[in-house]
């Protein structure tokens, strides 16, 4: 929801480090496996019990995920980094919650099924709407700079860092954050629907 207002100052305080590693030789793509590696690693120090290690983890996989845009526009930006980007933020994004199940399966399990299902609507609903907008040439006017066209809603990634910050430091509350933000989730997918359902008409269908 506020991620376009953040953005701006993210890409100012990151251009000059990206700028730095571009010149040493390091690319985009690989600050993004290298990113990866590290969520990967924060979903088994979860799923350990260790959720101040995983909170330290996270932070330094969305540190990694905002250098690997700066080193690529330092250089020049591809279709497969924007393609590696997206896909392992998704992937990611699942592994949290799957890491809380596996920490604590009879209290956590539910609510973490309940909140990547919810995951799969809003981002389904957000890659349909960036495949289509790309057939039809379309640009976002809040996201002009990114690699695919950015659907925003009241979920997006701040909101959702801020709710695995909050799993981390009161892990008990598992159960009552994930199923609070995967009704904020199933919202935002019933919004991104609307809004394809809109944008995507046929030019001799009447608007609803």
């Known amino acids: 929801m506020i991620d376009a207002r953040i953005l701006p100052?993210?890409?100012?305080?990151?251009?000059?480090?990206?700028?730095?590693?571009?010149?040493?030789?390091?690319h985009a793509d690989w600050v993004s496996l290298a990113g990866f590696s590290i969520g990967v690693g924060?979903?088994?120090?979860?799923?350990?019990?260790?959720?101040?290690?995983?909170?330290?983890?996270?932070?330094?996989?969305?540190?990694?995920?905002?250098?690997?845009?700066?080193?690529?526009?330092?250089a020049t930006p591809s279709d497969r980094g924007a393609f590696l980007d997206i896909a392992l933020d998704f992937f990611f994004y699942a592994l949290v919650p799957l890491g809380f199940a596996l920490q604590d399966p009879q209290v956590n399990g539910l609510p973490a099924a309940l909140l990547i299902t919810s995951f799969v609507g809003s981002g389904s609903s957000f890659l349909a709407f960036a495949a289509i907008a790309a057939r039809r040439g379309l640009t976002s006017a809040h996201y002009p700079t990114?690699?695919?066209?950015?659907?925003?809603?009241?979920?997006?990634?701040?909101?959702?860092?801020?709710?695995?910050v909050?799993?981390?430091?009161?892990?008990?509350?598992?159960?009552?954050?994930?199923?609070?933000?995967?009704?904020?989730?199933?919202?935002?997918?019933?919004?991104?629907?609307?809004?394809?359902?809109?944008?995507?008409?046929?030019?001799?269908?009447?608007?609803?």
């Open 42 to 74: 924060a979903f088994v120090a979860i799923a350990l019990g260790q959720t101040a290690l995983g909170l330290v983890l996270i932070l330094l996989n969305r540190f990694f995920d905002g250098l690997d845009g700066a080193v690529a526009r330092a």
């Open 166 to 208: 909050a799993m981390c430091l009161w892990p008990a509350q598992f159960p009552l954050f994930a199923t609070i933000f995967a009704g904020a989730c199933m919202l935002t997918t019933l919004l991104r629907w609307r809004q394809g359902w809109l944008a995507f008409q046929s030019n001799d269908e009447p608007e609803p």
């Open 146 to 164: 990114k690699g695919i066209y950015y659907l925003g809603g009241l979920t997006e990634g701040f909101e959702t860092i801020l709710l695995f």
């Open 9 to 26: 100052l993210q890409r100012a305080v990151l251009r000059p480090v990206g700028f730095r590693l571009k010149n040493l030789g390091i």
